[in-house]
């Protein structure tokens, strides 16, 4: 059913799973709005053309949005409208560490999508909107001293998947906007006191919400590849959750996503108790 509902209107769904469509254009809109070339050489960020990059990267989501919204309209489907967004009291160094995140939450937001596209043309203009978001991301990670390349996959993610994601920086939305056929899972976050990256083969330490039933029986933390999903065992304790990142030279590396499941073989919407979370695993090249 999810399939045929998004057949024509996947690129407006690709960039997060609906209504964060918009998401990233105002993030870099408000950002630029607010922090002149200035700001960002006094946090570190000084290298030549570095703000006219990040002015050019708000530029490209913003024609993102407007190809997709024009696509959508050809199609006879109705493009959601921008929602209403909080990203939190931004500085210029907390403003690039979100823009990692974001940049590469749609990269996966795309990559998941792509298997979904049966229309030939919308694979490739989807397909070249990847790419773009695929050197925004690595153009943020380079310059906050992260691997621009840390892996051989890029991970896909399901929309439910980046539909959560994007969920906390969604506050409103129009209540013109069509309803759409996903749904936020309960928040897992990274233990605040972990310090990341972390390593393969060490522990990890997640946060669920105080209030949150967890299943009865056995749990897993799945870490989903491009070459197959990746599964640890997760000890429950008070609310915390603690599993092993695995080890593969194909990953999990750089961002990376963790789902709390009650499988051990693979991960579905049915299966899923809560995430992902966004973990940023070392590189081995650069440890």
Same mark, same amino acid.
């Given at each position: 059913m999810k399939a045929s509902i998004i057949s024509t209107a996947i690129l407006a769904t690709a960039a997060s799973a609906a209504p964060a469509l918009h998401l990233e254009a105002n993030f870099y809109r408000e950002a630029i709005a607010k922090f002149s070339a200035a700001d960002f050489a006094a946090a570190g960020f000084n290298d030549t053309n570095f703000y006219k990059n990040l002015q050019e990267i708000g530029r490209d989501e913003q024609t993102h949005v407007d190809f997709l919204t024009t696509a959508l309209n050809g199609a006879g489907v109705t493009p959601v409208a921008a929602c209403t967004y909080d990203f939190g009291n931004l500085?210029?160094?907390?403003? !690039? *560490?979100?823009?990692? +995140?974001?940049?590469?939450?749609?990269?996966?937001?795309? &990559?998941?999508?792509? =298997?979904?596209? @049966?229309?030939?043309?919308?694979?490739?203009?989807?397909?070249?909107?990847?790419t773009v978001e695929a050197r925004h991301n690595a153009f943020i990670r380079g310059n906050l001293e992260m691997s621009p390349f840390p892996q051989p996959f890029d991970v896909p993610l399901d929309f439910d998947?980046?539909?959560? !994601? *994007?969920?906390?920086? +969604?506050?409103?939305?129009?209540?013109?906007?069509?309803? &759409?056929?996903?749904? =936020?899972?309960? @928040?897992?976050?990274?233990?605040?006191?972990?310090?990341?990256?972390?390593?393969?083969?060490e522990t990890i330490e997640f946060d669920l919400a105080a209030d949150m039933q967890v299943p009865a029986g056995p749990l897993?933390?799945?870490?989903?590849?491009a070459t197959g999903t990746?599964?640890?065992?997760?000890?429950?304790?008070?609310?915390?959750?603690?599993?092993?990142?695995?080890?593969?030279?194909y990953g999990p590396t750089?961002?990376?996503?963790?789902?709390?499941?009650?499988?051990?073989?693979?991960?579905?919407?049915?299966?899923?108790?809560?995430?992902?979370?966004?973990?940023?695993?070392?590189?081995?090249?650069?440890?």
């Open positions: 500085t210029p160094s907390t403003f !690039l *560490a979100t823009a990692s +995140i974001i940049e590469g939450v749609g990269v996966s937001a795309y &990559l998941g999508a792509a =298997a979904l596209i @049966t229309n030939k043309a919308y694979l490739t203009a989807a397909g070249s909107i990847l998947q980046v539909y959560s !994601l *994007a969920a906390p920086f +969604i506050k409103s939305c129009p209540a013109s906007n069509p309803t &759409l056929p996903v749904k =936020a899972f309960p @928040t897992l976050s990274v233990g605040k006191d972990v310090q990341m990256p972390i390593m393969q083969g897993f933390v799945a870490f989903p590849l990746m599964f640890s065992s997760a000890v429950v304790k008070d609310c915390k959750i603690y599993a092993r990142v695995p080890v593969s030279v750089g961002e990376s996503f963790a789902i709390l499941t009650t499988n051990s073989t693979v991960v579905n919407d049915d299966n899923t108790v809560a995430g992902p979370a966004v973990v940023e695993i070392m590189s081995s090249y650069l440890a």
